[in-house]
């Protein structure tokens, strides 16, 4: 199962549609993802409403997951159990600490996103989480392969992982068409809902591997246009963050968190 994946519905910097996504994990070999667009549900809401009125795709896993951008603690990856909505989960600019406590309470799971990858976007470079090493042990799993990471970071999160003692879960981080199918988790057992991959997550050791499956062949990037676009993305989440500050201040309230 790839475990961290982004559609074009739901993600303003991903160019694959859900179901291309789908078929072209099916080729690959694939049986399930986990839909974690950035701050939004769009993605698995746009195969929910496929799948309800044509079954083509059907006999494919798609687990409703998201990309969380914390205020202060970089990239989050949150489950919600079956059936469970939370509005503030999309509604970006939340300290870690709010999410882990939201999320734990909802009977969820969350785990930090390639946290030794880029910049404020991973948890292992932000202020936060290095003065607060604690909010580590509450996380449920370490994401330790990433097909975007550098090979350095990514054996810097698998070490995390054993030091913390916490599951470790792969994903493609998929935005491109060629990422797609790169990397996923190997379960030791049938994963069909978000039950399953929570019950699995909290039995520690469900995962059998957490790996790549082929080999990325990383294409040289114009350095200055990737800092633009990383710079451009932190400008659009701060203002996303404070815009939605009241927004976040009512789900607070009306939950009782």
């Known amino acids: 199962m790839d475990m961290h994946c982004h559609t074009k519905e739901g993600s303003i910097d991903a160019k694959v549609d859900i179901f291309s996504y789908i078929r072209k994990l099916k080729e690959e ?3 399930g993802m986990l839909v974690t667009d950035h701050n939004s549900y769009d993605g698995y809401r ?5 799948v309800a009125v044509d079954d083509e ?13 914390t205020r202060d603690g970089g990239h989050m ?16 600019g939340m300290t870690v600490n709010r999410l882990e406590h939201i999320v734990h309470h909802l009977g969820g799971i969350l785990g930090p ?3 030794y990858g880029t910049g404020f976007f991973a948890a292992m470079h932000t202020r936060h989480v290095k003065k607060n090493f604690d909010i580590l042990k509450k996380f449920d799993f370490i994401e330790t392969f990433n097909s975007y990471n550098h090979p350095s970071a990514n054996q810097k999160a698998r070490e995390l992982a054993e030091m913390l003692d916490k599951p470790e879960t792969a ?21 069909k809902c978000n039950n399953d991959l929570i019950t699995a997550i909290k039995e520690k050791y469900p995962v059998k591997e957490a790996r790549d499956f082929k080999e990325i062949l990383q294409k040289k990037e114009n350095l200055i246009l990737k800092q633009l676009g990383i710079v451009g993305y932190w400008i659009y989440n701060k203002i996303g963050a404070f815009s939605y500050t009241i927004a976040r201040k009512i789900e607070y309230y009306r939950h009782d968190f």
């Open 46 to 50: 746009t195969w929910k409403q496929k």
């Open 171 to 191: 994903g493609s981080d998929a935005h491109r068409s060629e990422y797609v199918g790169t990397a996923g988790t190997v379960f030791d057992r049938i994963i």
């Open 113 to 115: 996103a390639h946290p």
């Open 29 to 31: 070999g694939f049986d």
């Open 77 to 92: 990856i949150a489950i919600l159990p079956d059936g469970v909505k939370c509005r503030l989960l999309e509604l970006r």
């Open 57 to 69: 795709l059907g006999d494919f896993t798609v687990l409703k997951g998201i990309e969380y951008d």
